[in-house]
């Protein structure tokens, strides 16, 4: 088994979707608040699972600009939800390269006197490891 | 009728007021709030995961803390509901993460997803009733028109969540109707409001609260009502800046709790 299997089978085991069921109707990209500022658009996530190339997906910075606000996985008609998909090749990758999308040191300077604590646990845990 | 309560991290800071009136007001509704003696914090997103175990594990405890006081649980913040509401249904439904769990925290009796979660909001409409809480209000919000921010949190997945019609909810017009003032529908108070991109890519939430609140004063809401902290957050920096506020402060300036409006 190459290196890129591997990860498409990991990506498949952590996200719990089968991409096969995928009918590619692009209601999840159609759905989606961030797909403009992606590079690979949420119903694309599927074929590049499909095709397993999952380097190109954990470098994509759509990791970082999904939302986790569900509106794909509320709305895939095919129980495929490619939200989980996105989620599960930003694991991925933090667990690989440790998460440097955000580092401790910059936080500081992103804070303003309202800045919730909620706000800081989300992008913590979304971002880092 | 006593509630295990489950504030959450920003509740005791930055969202006091969400907390302070919904305890406040708890007692003229017929029922009582009670904190979790140790609670931790939920981690703000639910971990999508199959394999995440030790980010589940906050939520376990306080899902069997409140087993064990023989209590649903209650929670205010949208962002807590959603990770303990799922992870709980993990718990009760998912063989390998309730498994896991279990191993790791090895309690005297294993947790099966036996508690009921409940959002404040539910305790409303299904407990207390909107009817009941419309008897209770002291000052009607009257003429005041106000749209409901759902977000994404309460409400998806709806299949585990069950906290309303994803796509057209009612129980915040519903509660605004009690309290005595007119409810706004509009297009986008189910979208996203940015959540924590807002904390490193502010242009690309800002242009979502942007949406939500053009969407909202174009079909004449003069403020807006949300159970989240960090939709609260998010909003306010919007260019419109309609007044936002946490449900729990209208209900108690309606209730005549909240000395100041």
Redesign the interface.
Known sequence: MTKAEKQAELIR????VDPYKCMKCGKCTATC??YA?MDIKPHQFVSFVIRGEIEALTKSRSL??C?????C??RCPRSVEP??LI??AR?LAARERGGG??TTEE?PE?CDP??????????Y???RR | MKYSYFPGCTLKNKASSLDRYARECAPLLGFELCELPEWQCCGGVYPLGRDETATKLSSVRALAAARSEGRDLVTLCSACHHVIKRVNDDMKNVEEIRTSANNYLALDEPYRGETNVLHYLEVLRDVVGFENVKKQVKNPLKGKKIGAYYGCLLLRPSGVMAFDDPEDPTILEDFIRAIGAEPVIYPYRNECCGGYVSLKDRELSRGMADKVEASASGFGTEMLITACPLCLYNLKKSKAALPVYYFTELLAEALGVAKDS
């Open positions: 085991d952590i996200s719990g608040p961030s500022e970082e600009k939302l986790s606000c569900f509106a996985i509320e939200g989980r989620d599960a694991q999308f955000l936080v992103m309202d800045t919730p604590s909620q706000l800081l646990v989300s992008a845990r979304r971002y």
